[in-house]
């Protein structure tokens, strides 16, 4: 007999727990579907959307002017790799510096020379030139 009632109370605690938890949940996604809950999401969704793709457009229009002045100064003979021995002279207050194609900031930059043949071709390029 006492078997069944400890059963029968284990039982009716736990239908009554997962009950209260059941509505507790429901509560908590009705009031979450709310019309105004959900044009909040959907506006910030839709902002950080648009920071997303406006920040991918800034992006890439910058490595197109880098490739850009890259190329420029390459037609013009302004272009000295690090594997080409050349002496290179000081760095001059406007001039540019890109790495494999991307831009350097001042004072970032620590160019040292290779002794040995390297065994891969360098890809890094140095230009001169101030930016437009």
């Given at each position: 007999m006492i078997k069944?009632?400890?059963w029968f109370?284990?039982?009716?605690v736990a239908g009554i727990s997962g009950a209260l938890f059941a509505g507790k949940k429901v509560r908590r996604t009705v009031t979450g579907?709310?019309?105004v809950k959900v044009i909040h999401r959907a506006a910030s969704s839709t902002r950080s959307r648009v920071t997303t793709l406006t920040d991918a457009w800034s992006a890439g229009?910058?490595?197109?002017?880098?490739?850009?002045?890259e190329l420029k100064a390459r037609r013009d003979g302004r272009v000295?790799?690090?594997?080409?021995h050349s002496h290179l002279d000081p760095i001059q207050p406007g001039d540019e510096v890109l790495v494999d194609g991307h831009r350097v900031e001042p004072g970032r930059v620590i160019v040292l020379r290779q002794v040995d043949e390297p065994t891969q071709p360098r890809r890094s390029r140095l230009t001169r030139h101030p930016r437009p």
């Amino acid at each position: 007999m006492i078997k069944r009632l400890v059963w029968f109370v284990s039982g009716a605690v736990a239908g009554i727990s997962g009950a209260l938890f059941a509505g507790k949940k429901v509560r908590r996604t009705v009031t979450g579907l709310g019309p105004v809950k959900v044009i909040h999401r959907a506006a910030s969704s839709t902002r950080s959307r648009v920071t997303t793709l406006t920040d991918a457009w800034s992006a890439g229009k910058e490595a197109m002017h880098d490739k850009e002045n890259e190329l420029k100064a390459r037609r013009d003979g302004r272009v000295e790799t690090l594997s080409s021995h050349s002496h290179l002279d000081p760095i001059q207050p406007g001039d540019e510096v890109l790495v494999d194609g991307h831009r350097v900031e001042p004072g970032r930059v620590i160019v040292l020379r290779q002794v040995d043949e390297p065994t891969q071709p360098r890809r890094s390029r140095l230009t001169r030139h101030p930016r437009p």
